[in-house]
């Protein structure tokens, strides 16, 4: 009986010293939660004030400004017309380098002296009428790389603007004949030009 009761002492003294030794050791068991809040980059791009980011695709009407002839009526073709049209280009909401690409395309192919000839990026002074430093354009895209310069404390883009010129040539070296210019303005036909412009981030 004695063995017995020493024997139940000491297995209550062995549960009761397992139970203080666990609740010791749970001491150093913690748990917690963390979060982590980083903002991703902005990309939001607008095109002639149209918010393209959203939009897989996205159509934009662009009015062309057909320079004035004395010899001609307003706003209409006729061979040796001029004019252009403006793409502007709002990245101030975009915090990583982006490469942009125009692609142009006539759609009027029966007409070859349809030219786009030239663009010009105008300066942030640019005052209408003035004179502008343009680049030649020998194929139909237009492309740059613009950076984002990560060392210059709150760095922002500036929206810019696109001056794309075009022509109807009639001088030296024309593909057309008089008279096919004139079955052109005896025809309903009008003048089109596709502007595909995509953006990506550059990495």
Known sequence: MIKKLKFILLFLSLA?????MSNTYS????????????LFAKWQILVNSHDITNNTNSTITIVPVIEENDHIASNVMA???????DIEIDPTNVDVSFRYAINLEMENENIPDLLITKYAILPDSYVEGASLDTTNLTGTVITNTLVFDKNTPSFKFNAFTIRI?????????????DEEDTEIGASDE??????????????
Do not use: H
Request: hydrophobic share 35%; net charge neutral; glycine share 8%.
């Open 16 to 20: 009761i010293c397992l139970c203080l």
């Open 27 to 38: 001491r150093y068991v913690a748990d917690t939660k963390g979060s982590i809040d980083v």
């Open 79 to 85: 061979p040796t017309s001029k004019g252009y049209f």
């Open 165 to 177: 010129f075009f022509e109807w040539y009639n001088g030296d070296g024309r593909t057309m004949t």
């Open 190 to 203: 009008t003048f089109k030009i596709n502007t595909n412009i995509s953006f990506e981030q550059y990495l």
